[in-house]
């Protein structure tokens, strides 16, 4: 998995990065988990920090669209997003 563009802006306000990329992968298209993985090793922060939003496969290629948030802190993370954003990401039971 590669990321090809990023466009990434910080919210003082929500207190998270918010992350535009395209990413190009080889075989099957990534999970989420994997995706939280790759961004939270790509940008050195906690995979429990990482919510992935939308994963849009662009058709007849290799490549995905994908818009994440990365929180500075759990606390603020499980306050602002919505709980089945965070259900989906697994990272509340």
Known sequence: MEFIETNQTYNKLLKRHELHALIEFEQSPPTR???AQAIASRFNVPENHVVILK???LFGSRRMRVHSH???NADDMRRFE???ILKRNELVQ
């Open 33 to 35: 988990k994997e995706m």
């Open 55 to 57: 994963m849009e496969c």
């Open 70 to 72: 990365i929180y500075d």
């Open 82 to 84: 919505r709980g089945y």
